[in-house]
Each structure stands twice: as C-alpha cells, then as structure tokens.
C-alpha cells in the first residue's frame, strides 16, 4: 500500500471520533453552553464507556460477523460476572482475582453454548434464547436471586481506577487484532466469512472454530460485565430472558466498527467506532435529553446508518451500468458503421 | 460425544428449574390461638405471589412469608420468578390456578397488570391483593378484588421532607440533584406515586427553607419529561431533577451535572448505591463533601452505606427513606386471611377496595439505623409476628383498623419502643 494511502485511512479512521466531537462540542455549546470535555473526570467517563462499549463489541463481532446471533451472550456476562464476583468475594479475593473468575466463567459459558450449537444444529437465534434462559437461572440460584452488589467491598478498588480500564481494553484490542491477524483463528474467520461451504470444503474445522468463536465471546462479554459492575456496584440476577438487552445495545459500535475497520483493521475500527458513540451519548447527555428522547436519537442514526451501509455501493453499480450500457451502444455504432 | 454433551444439557435444564417454581410443604397445624381469640387455620390455603422483586430486600420478604406467616395462618406460598408486566403476570396466575391457589398477592404495579390482574382474578374466583402505591378505581369494585398495600406515596414525600429539613435548617444555602426515578405521572397512574410524592416532598421542603418562588406548581415541576434545572428564584440554591428508570444511564448523565460543583446534596428514590462511586469520584475531585440520601430498604447494603466512609471522610450514605416490603406483604396476608374467613367486606369501604399505606422512615445518620437494622433477623423482631398476625386475623378487625396500625408504626421512635430497640 502506498504511503498516501496509509495517511488517508488514517485521516478516515480518526475523522469519526474527531468530527463527532467537534459536532456534539458545538451543539452543545449552542444548546448548554457547555463543553463535551471539561474535566478528567470527563475524560474517566468516557474511557470506561468505551471500554465497556468496545469489549462487547469486540465480543458480538465474532459470531455475528460469520452469520450467528448469539442471544445468550447478555445471559453469559450476566452469569459470568456474578458467579465470578460471588466467587472472589467468598474467596476475600481482590478486584482482579474477580475478573479472571468472571473471564474463565464466561469461557466455559461460551464452550458449552458452542457446544450445544454444533450438537443440536438448532439454528443460533432460537437457540440463543434456550440458552439464555438456561444462564440466567444459573446465577440466579447460585446467588439466591440477590446478584451481585460490590457496594462497599473491600479490594474491588483497582477494577475502577482508569489506568487499569484503559489497561484491560488496550491488551483485549491488541489480543483481538493478533487473534485476527496472526493465528489460525483469524485465518479461518476470514474463510468462514467469505463462504462457510468453501471453508468447510477446504479444510477447516468449522464446527471447532464455532465453539472457539463462542467461548472467546463469552470470555469477552463477561470482562464488559466487570467492568459495568465495578463502577454500578450492582448487577441483579434477572429472568425472562431480560439480560440481553445490554450487549445489543453495543451492536451499532460492532457494524461501524466494521465499516471503519475496512481501511484499517477490525479491532481497531471497533474501538474507534466505540469511542465515537461514547462521544456522541456523552454530548446528548450534557444536552440535557431525557432517556427516551436519547433512545429515539440513538436508533434514529444507527437506523440511518444501517440505510447507508445498505445503499453505499448502489451510486458506484449505477454508474458502471451506465457506462456498461454506454460501451455497449457504442460498440453497436461502431459495428454498424462497419 | 453428542449423547453425552446433550445429557449434560438436559441435566442442567432440569436443575434450572428448581429455581422457577417454590413449594413448600403445607403446615399440619390446625388452629392457632391470638392473645384475645382463636382464629381458624385448619384449612389449608395456596397463595400465589407474583413478584417484581428480586435482590436481599425481596429475600427477607420472601422469609418472612414463608417462615412466620405460611406457618401461622396454614397458608402455602407459589412465588413466581421476577416478572414485569401484564402478560407474565396473567400467564402466572392461569399456572397457579392450575396449582390450586386460592388466593393471589400481585406486586406487578403497572395500572393495566393490576386491572387485568383483578379481572382475570375474579374470572378463576381466586381473592386478589395488590402490593402498591396507588388505587386502581377500574377495578376497584369487583368482588374478589380486596385492595391496595404498599408504600404511602404522600407519606414517602413526607419523610423525604423530614430528612431535607435536618440539612436545610442551618441557614447555609444548598443545592441538590434529585434522582427521581418514574416520578413523572406518578400523580397520575402513569408513574410511581411514591417516587412523584418523593419530589414533591424534596421541592416542598427547599421551598419551605428558603422561600423559594418556582416558576411552575411543583406538580408540573415533577412531571416534566427532560432533566434540567429548577428555576428556584434564589440564585444561591439549585435544585436539578433527573427523571429516568434505569440509573446507570442516570449515573453517566448526572456527572457532568455533579461536576460543576454546583451541588452539595444528591437524593435518589431508589438505587443510590449506584451512584456512590460517582459521587466519590467527584468528592476527590472537587474536594467537596456532598451528602447522599435515598430511599432504602433494611439490608446489608443500607448499613454498609452508613457504616462507608466517602473521600471527605463523611459517610457514604447520610439519610435514608426505610421501606419494609415485609410489613406489606403482612397486610396482604391479612387481607387474604380475612377474605378466605368470610371478612372480605370488612377490607373493603362500602364495597369498594382501598389502598392501606405503609409508612416510610426517615432515618438521620448510622445510630438510628444500627437500631433498624435488627428489625427483620428473627420471628419476634419482624414488625407484626406470628402473635399480630393472629390478632389481625380476627373477625371484626376492619381495613381501618389495619391502617390505623400503619399510621402508629409511622414514628421511628414508636416503631423501636414497639420492637424494644431502642
């Protein structure tokens, strides 16, 4: 790749970010009088949003890219999280201890839902919601329906200071670009991406790497979890299928973060397309909208989003049927003039 | 591989379920005799109670029916898993139909659950109680619906007034961040009336300190839809009213407006635990002690939240407004019982339901509370034990006579000298 093209997919990558910010700046100025940014307490907030923000993505992209909606996902982190937390706290184990508990749950979590994938062949989304129901009960008996409240708990200090958030999303961004770039894993996802008969027909192991796509989600959505519940101090133990809502919320993050990750890399696209739309819900914020009013907003431009993502190659399609057609009258006039 | 991995699953299905259904052994006792009469426990009844609750507080509650209440009137409980609206409401009253309930506790609060509820109730001829804070007038005179028990709303407002008062009596100007929940049309049917009267009782109470001039009634104050500043007419107090039902929203949006500095008290109606790291965060930052007071419930996190100390070295948590779900779903029960005897009338006011009000506690700093806290841990230190509820349970008791017994429960002072707290 050319050097000019490097700088302008590096002017693309950052433009998102930036010009989000320049925009929610000077509407928030004009509506607030008030400034996006105005205090590291600002800037600690919105490294813990997209932390949050971006490891959930990070961990829907890896079944949904290759056609899988794992429904049970919300489910998982909510069983990983408050088993591993209960676990720690029992333990009188620190913050971190909490985290590895919650990853290494989350794992076997995203193994077994793998498993019952490729056993079952039911297709991912009905059994997303089988799963689902099953994950959430686990919690919600182990912790007696009360979840988890770190309230007050002594050592859970270090899962909210920023260095050690900012710590945990730069290695989980570095982990998932070396995952998708230099091991059999990323190679394979490509493959399956492209074509999952042709994977399968070529070689690869695709039931395998479905259970690897599971439980590294699974190991994903549960760090989202602790860091959540590190600085809510709660996580409640819900059934009806109710837990999901919060890793479909970070869905716009994962397609952006794959539409700005086509000129860089994924990982990276999804990180900046966090960090952008944590930008974006903090200037709402300052702007004083109410929940619902910030919901409608929020959808209304993923939904415009999702109609660009939609309609992006038609212009270019029209205009080489134009030209197509255009050859083709030409070359009829040519021949007729013959 | 296959066989056994579906093996697998299928245990851990079946084991899931242990958690969706609750029942418990019926009680062998026949009768059970109170200080001035005997009431008749011989015949076994099953109560289905549908929850919206989860968490410790829910846990105590749940205890409490099962260990003094189910045992005292020979009643058996089916609680259902957290549900959330009409739909899980109705589909768990059909199942517990089928279980052979007789009598049902709704804690579904929404206006059209409590309506459908009271219908379908009457339709299967099970007796229907409802845990809220607000009166239903729809369905309030269909024969097996028997009433209303929850938190007063106005009385909520009126502790939130009493806590406000302690701050704002020194003659320094304040200012809070309300956390007002589901306030917005709660005077209505639309939200919580506890929360809307919580508001209320917040904004009465800076007016009253500082004779303040709202540029609205307060009532519309409450119910407005976006978050924002109240114009106060003072410049030197400011009051900002977040309404929102999910705090971890409210908790992000809330620190831009916790960070001017502006502000040095934060109220929230329910969930203030949520917002303690943030406040802690800003205390550190700014160097300013801001006091929290919420609306609680008598648990662990209540007592770590006065027994926590925040940045400034002040306690994390510095009133709470006390709620006991347990002292309702002992009115519900009694209800219930009075109903199954044939009183059902004697719950009602000339045929029409009523909404019975649980008092709230304002409680001013961790002493007060150290005395609470020991309400609730065993049978004779529940608000009404086993003896109570036998004595409710007598015929001629009358929905006024229930209500008059909230109202005396109302002082802490007279609920601790009741309990021999204090």
């Known amino acids: 790749m050319k050097k000019s093209s490097k700088f302008k997919d590096v002017l693309f990558t950052l433009a998102f970010p930036v010009l989000t910010?320049?925009?929610?700046?000077?509407?928030?100025?004009?509506?607030?009088?008030?400034?996006?940014?105005?205090?590291?307490?600002?800037?600690?907030?919105?490294?813990?949003?997209?932390?949050?923000?971006?490891?959930?993505?990070?961990?829907?992209?890896?079944?949904?890219?290759?056609?899988?909606?794992?429904?049970?996902?919300?489910?998982?982190?909510?069983?990983?999280?408050?088993?591993?937390?209960?676990?720690?706290?029992?333990?009188?184990?620190?913050?971190?201890?909490?985290?590895?508990?919650?990853?290494?749950?989350?794992?076997?979590?995203?193994?077994?839902?793998?498993?019952?994938?490729?056993?079952?062949?039911?297709?991912?989304?009905?059994?997303?919601?089988?799963?689902?129901?099953?994950?959430?009960?686990?919690?919600?008996?182990?912790?007696?329906?009360?979840?988890?409240?770190?309230?007050?708990?002594?050592?859970?200090?270090?899962?909210?200071?920023?260095?050690?958030?900012?710590?945990?999303?730069?290695?989980?961004?570095?982990?998932?670009?070396?995952?998708?770039?230099?091991?059999?894993?990323?190679?394979?996802?490509?493959?399956?991406?492209?074509?999952?008969?042709?994977?399968?027909?070529?070689?690869?192991?695709?039931?395998r790497h479905a259970v690897e796509c599971y439980a590294l989600a699974g190991a994903l959505v549960c760090i989202a979890g602790v860091l959540d519940v590190s600085f809510s101090t709660q996580m409640g133990a819900n059934l009806g299928n109710t837990s999901n809502g919060v890793v479909t919320a970070n869905m716009f993050a994962m397609i952006l973060g794959s539409y700005i990750g086509e000129k860089s890399d994924s990982s990276v696209g999804i990180l900046t397309a966090a960090f952008t739309l944590t930008i974006f819900k903090y200037g709402l914020s300052i702007m004083e909208f109410s929940d619902p009013v910030n919901s409608v907003i929020n959808m209304l431009v993923f939904i415009g989003f999702l109609v660009f993502q939609a309609n992006r190659h038609v212009r270019g399609l029209n205009k080489a049927r134009k030209a197509r057609v255009e050859l083709a009258k030409q070359r009829k006039a040519e021949s007729a003039a013959a | 591989m296959k066989r056994l991995i579906a093996l697998i699953l299928v245990v851990v299905m079946a084991m899931s379920f242990v958690a969706c259904g609750n029942a418990d052994k019926p009680a062998d006792n026949s009768s059970n005799t109170s200080s001035e009469g005997t009431v008749d426990v011989s015949k076994h009844h099953k109560i289905g109670v549908a929850t919206v609750h989860s968490g410790e507080n829910w846990e105590i509650a749940k205890t409490y029916l099962e260990t003094v209440i189910a045992p005292t009137y020979n009643f058996e409980f089916v609680i259902s898993e957290t549900l959330s609206d009409a739909n899980g409401l109705i589909a768990f009253m059909e199942q517990c139909y089928a279980a052979g309930c007789d009598g049902f506790i709704n804690l579904v609060t929404s206006n059209d659950a409590i309506s459908q509820g009271a219908h379908k109730a009457d339709e299967l001829g099970m007796w229907f109680v409802t845990q809220n804070s607000a009166w239903v007038e729809d369905v309030a005179e269909l024969p097996k619906n028997i009433g209303h028990c929850g938190a007063d709303p106005v009385a909520v407002g009126t502790a939130y007034k009493e806590a406000f008062s302690e701050y704002l009596s020194d003659g320094q100007p304040h200012s809070v961040i309300l956390f007002e929940g589901a306030a917005v049309g709660g005077d209505k049917g639309q939200g919580a009336a506890s929360h809307f009267y919580s508001a209320v009782g917040v904004l009465e109470a800076f007016q009253e300190a500082y004779g303040l001039t709202y540029d609205k009634p307060i009532a519309d104050l409450v119910n407005q839809q976006d978050p924002g500043e109240v114009n106060t007419g003072n410049p030197d107090v400011h009051i900002y009213l977040y309404p929102g039902r999910n705090p971890n929203d409210a908790v992000t949006a809330l620190l831009p407006v916790l960070q001017t500095g502006n502000y040095d008290i934060f109220a929230a109606v329910f969930s203030f635990a949520a917002f303690t790291n943030a406040i802690s965060d800003v205390e550190t930052s700014l160097g300013k002690d801001i006091k929290v007071i919420g609306t609680a419930q008598i648990e662990k996190q209540t007592k770590t939240g006065f027994e926590t100390q925040d940045p400034t070295g002040d306690t994390v948590l510095n009133s709470a407004i006390l709620n006991d779900l347990s002292l309702a779903c002992a009115i519900n029960c009694i209800e219930l019982k009075q109903a199954f005897d044939g009183h059902a009338d004697a719950m009602k006011d000339n045929g029409k339901t009523v909404l019975i009000g649980v008092r709230s506690w304002a409680v001013n700093g961790p002493e007060t509370y150290a005395k609470m806290e020991k309400l609730n841990t065993s049978p004779e230190l529940y608000i009404l034990t086993a003896e109570d509820l036998l004595h409710y349970a007598e015929a001629g008791i009358t929905w006024q006579d229930l209500d008059n017994l909230l109202a005396d429960l109302a002082s802490v002072d007279t609920l601790l000298e009741r309990k021999g707290l204090n």
Request: aromatic share 10%; proline share 2%; hydrophobic share 60%.
């Open chain 1, 21 to 207: 910010w320049l925009a929610m700046e000077i509407l928030c100025l004009l509506l607030k009088d008030k400034h996006v940014i105005s205090t590291m307490l600002d800037i600690k907030t919105i490294i813990r949003n997209t932390g949050i923000a971006a490891v959930t993505a990070f961990a829907l992209s890896f079944n949904l890219k290759e056609g899988r909606f794992d429904l049970s996902l919300g489910a998982q982190r909510m069983a990983g999280t408050i088993i591993g937390g209960l676990l720690a706290m029992a333990l009188g184990l620190s913050g971190l201890w909490l985290l590895v508990f919650a990853v290494v749950f989350g794992f076997a979590f995203g193994i077994l839902t793998g498993l019952a994938f490729i056993s079952l062949r039911v297709p991912p989304m009905v059994l997303g919601v089988g799963m689902a129901l099953i994950w959430e009960v686990v919690p919600y008996v182990i912790s007696g329906g009360k979840g988890l409240n770190l309230f007050g708990v002594e050592g859970m200090g270090i899962l909210t200071e920023s260095w050690f958030q900012i710590l945990v999303v730069v290695v989980m961004a570095v982990l998932v670009y070396i995952l998708m770039n230099f091991t059999r894993l990323g190679y394979e996802t490509k493959a399956v991406q492209g074509s999952q008969l042709i994977a399968r027909n070529s070689g690869i192991n695709i039931f």
